[in-house]
């Protein structure tokens, strides 16, 4: 389905345009993320420095692997999105779950940290998708 506001042989023209928020988010999951070692490692040390970042880069990876196969599905065929789209999350949460309790059952000091790194990398994520959605593309459409 084409952006609000493009024509469809505009859209399919600009190839790229599922993915074009993509690196915006990657930079800033890329600072969070190091922001976020570096008050781990001050405030618990290599555990939770590497905690931090890996909770972020959990949630990098999943995100950017859910943002680029729907984009495939959508560019093969929008009734695609759907069951890519469902199939998806529950590998995804059934893997996630599987590495937590695999974790966990290690006493890692790097736990909490982890979780925490999860919850602060959806929320950067997620905040500058918002962000992305409503400066950036909101000036493309009206173009």
């Known amino acids: 389905m084409a952006e609000r506001g493009v024509d469809a042989a505009h ?7 599922r993915l074009r ?25 290599a555990d939770a420095a590497l905690g931090v970042a890996a909770g972020v880069a959990v949630t990098v990876v999943s995100y950017t692997l859910t943002t680029v196969v729907l984009a495939w599905a959508d560019a093969r065929n929008p009734q695609l999105v759907l069951p890519f789209g469902l199939g998806l999350y529950a590998a995804k949460f059934t893997l996630l779950g599987g590495v937590m309790v695999a974790v966990a059952s290690t006493g890692w000091a790097g736990l909490l940290p982890l979780c925490l790194g999860i919850a602060v990398g959806v929320a950067v994520w997620t905040g500058a998708h918002i962000w992305w959605i409503s400066t950036v593309h909101k000036r493309r459409t009206r173009d």
Do not use: E, T, Y
């Open 11 to 17: 859209a399919a023209d600009d190839r790229g345009w």
């Open 21 to 45: 928020h993509l690196p915006v988010l990657l930079v800033a999951s890329a600072v969070v993320a190091a922001l976020g070692a570096v008050a781990g490692g001050v405030l618990g040390g």
